[in-house]
């Protein structure tokens, strides 16, 4: 059988399907790999958003931390009485009706200016037992001090360490040399110390 010859420069059938093959494979792996770039792309940037803020949040947790102190922690109260000196301490009664020293007293003079230890409501006063008193409460909180007056009503909202009153009126231990301080909690007395001692925060570092 006879081979037809092409002219030359013709290509043949066979040389057109390998170069159509050629074509589509090279744009298959180009397809492939814009694919890849753009996977590898979109890794990168999710790595290091996560790195950037895995390592912000540390920065910021390791700097909170180097910036407190106990004394720069928040207590639950303020003491009532700026630079105060505790001279009798609490005692706790063995039963409720027993006697005891249900709270604080802090040197102070006549005249000296009370600040509220919380924020709260002027809950009362007046005289209980010949005694002038003043309490403020806040949800399960109750304050009371002896002798204090105050030009607020009752039902006056107060700020903490905002001045309230002043250290006035009669006492039955704390004449003239000191105001009684005790700190309800639930109707159960408590130290008054518990609650003005600064809160230890602890801050661990981000994993």
């Known amino acids: 059988m006879e ?28 397809a492939c790999r814009k694919r890849m770039r753009a996977c590898w792309t979109l890794l990168i940037l999710a790595s290091l958003t996560g790195a950037v803020g895995i390592y912000a949040a540390r920065s910021i947790t390791y700097a909170y931390a180097d910036d407190l102190d106990e004394t720069s922690c928040e207590s639950i109260m303020a003491m009532p009485i700026a630079h105060g000196h505790i001279i009798t301490e609490f005692v706790r009664p063995p039963t409720p009706y027993a006697s005891g020293h249900r709270g604080i007293d802090i040197q102070a003079s006549r005249g000296d200016t009370l600040l509220a230890p919380m924020d ?25 001090f ?11 909202a107060v700020g903490k360490r ?4 002043e250290v006035s009126g009669s006492s039955d231990h704390c004449d003239g040399r000191c105001v009684h301080w005790g700190v309800r909690k639930q109707g159960e007395y408590i130290n008054p110390r518990t609650v003005v001692q600064p809160r230890q925060i602890r801050l661990l570092p981000v994993r």
Do not use: C
């Not at 043949?12 to 390998?18: D, E, F, L, M, T």
């Not at 709260?120 to 009371?144: A, E, H």
């Not at 905002?162 to 009153?165: K, M, Q, S």
């Open 3 to 30: 081979m037809t010859r092409l002219p030359h420069g013709v290509p043949s059938a066979g040389s057109q399907n390998r170069k159509s093959r050629y074509r589509r494979m090279w744009r298959w792996m180009e």
């Open 120 to 144: 709260g409501i002027v809950s009362f006063s007046g005289k209980v037992g010949g005694k002038s008193v003043v309490s403020i409460t806040q949800d399960v909180w109750i304050v009371s």
């Open 162 to 165: 905002d001045a309230f009153g």
């Open 146 to 156: 002896e002798p204090a007056t105050t030009s607020l009503r009752v039902g006056d």
